[in-house]
């Protein structure tokens, strides 16, 4: 059960943090943008796997991140607003 | 060139693209039962993993993951009716059956003493007072499939644990 509320929770924080954060441009990245994508990931990883090193942790996590990025478009798709609100209006 | 009814050139199959977006739908269904079987516990840490060994005396009761993950840490809660108190110790025992396959990373509250024997591993832990005591001992899998084996106390009851260990 934690497996998959972690996961949801970790993408969801990530997708607010980044949305906030205002760099909508990531085209732009400056070195320090690098620096802090991959220390980012290092935490995110660490939070996600913790000490379970196990395939099926590492699979099931994926489908999890993946559904969850299906669901976000398909909500895009279907509510105007929401991608305004999540994407940010090109 | 081929002759084309197409006037743009594409070189999409329709057939192919249809069944292409069914089988995708199909996987998208798929994803979601998995999410929820997971979330439920098929794979650990849940309603369907949670399990629970009683001795037939009722002296012994283990509260045990079904499911579990190689190389994730799981708790055997082990709680130990008044019965099985002797002269404020308790002496449980591990087989080694469970032991190959399994690693025991730490047994809580500190036994005073180890000791093995043909059978298993005995722990001596200290109890005070004479109500029932609770033993939580930490065990890592290492090894995948089915794993099980018993654990009891010295001159009395047991139980059988069974585990299913998911690569």
Known sequence: ?90 | MTESSDPLELRSDLTFLRREWMVERLGWGAMLVLIVVAALGLFGGGPLSRSDARSEDGVLRVDYNRFLRVTAHTQVGIEVGSGGVEDGQVQLWVSHEYLHGADIESVLPEPSSETTSAEGITFTIDVEGTAAAVIVVEVEPTSIGPHGGDLGLVGGSSVHLSHFVYP
């Open chain 1, 1 to 90: 059960m934690d497996m998959v509320l972690r996961a949801l929770a970790i993408y969801l924080f990530l997708l607010l943090i980044f949305r906030l954060s205002g760099s909508r441009t990531m085209a732009q990245t400056t070195p320090f943008d690098l620096v802090l994508l991959l220390i980012i990931a290092e935490a995110v990883q660490q939070a996600l796997l913790g000490d379970d090193f196990s395939v099926t942790n590492a699979l099931v996590l994926i489908v999890v991140l993946i559904g969850a990025d299906i669901v976000m478009s398909v909500l895009k798709e279907h509510m105007p607003l929401f991608e305004k609100v999540v994407d940010g209006s090109r």
